[in-house]
C-alpha cells in the first residue's frame, strides 16, 4: 500500500512539474516576442510620416489612383482598402502606404515604409539613403496629386 502511495504522489509531482516547465517555456516564448519582433522590423527599410490637409479616404483613394495609374512599371502587391493598406513594387522596390485618421479634424497621417534591396559590396548607409528618397520621393508625389502642403511628422 505504501509503494502505490508513492507512486501517486511521485507522478502528481511529476504531473505538476511538467506543467511548471511548459508553463515557463510558454512565458519565455512570449517575453521573447517583442525582441524578436524588434530585430525582424529592425531592417525593413525606411519610414516617413506625414501629416496631410485632407480626409483618409481621399488620401487613400489618391495612393490606390496613382498606383493603378502606374501599372504595368507598378505592381499592387497588397491591398487592403479596410485598413488602408497599400504595398507596391517595381520588382526591385516596394513601398506601402498606411493611411489613418489625424488627430486634427479633416487630416490624415500617411506612412510611407520604402525597402530597397542591398546591392552586392554596397554599404549600408547608401541603402538607407536610396531607401529614404524613395519614401520622399512617394510622398512629394502624393502631396503633389492632392494639391496640399504636407508636414513631415516622423522618419
Request: proline share 3%; aromatic share 6%.
Amino acid at each position: 500500500m505504501n509503494r502505490l502511495r508513492k507512486k501517486s504522489i511521485y507522478g502528481s509531482l511529476l504531473v505538476v512539474l511538467a506543467s511548471m516547465v511548459l508553463t515557463m517555456s510558454a512565458m519565455g516564448l512570449i517575453f521573447l516576442a517583442p525582441v524578436i519582433l524588434y530585430k525582424a522590423s529592425k531592417n525593413k527599410g525606411y519610414e516617413a510620416t506625414v501629416q496631410m490637409p485632407a480626409t483618409p479616404e481621399k488620401v487613400y483613394g489618391a495612393a490606390v489612383s496613382i498606383a493603378e495609374e502606374k501599372a504595368p512599371d507598378i505592381k499592387i502587391v497588397k491591398k487592403e482598402d479596410e485598413n488602408m493598406f497599400l504595398e507596391v513594387t517595381d520588382g526591385v522596390q516596394t513601398a506601402s502606404v498606411k493611411v489613418k485618421k489625424s488627430a486634427e479634424e479633416g487630416k490624415s497621417e500617411f506612412t510611407v515604409l520604402a525597402t530597397v534591396p542591398k546591392e552586392e559590396g554596397q554599404e549600408k548607409e547608401v541603402q538607407k539613403d536610396k531607401e529614404r528618397e524613395l519614401a520622399h520621393r512617394i510622398v512629394y508625389l502624393m502631396c503633389t496629386e492632392l494639391e496640399v502642403e504636407c508636414t513631415l511628422t516622423k522618419e
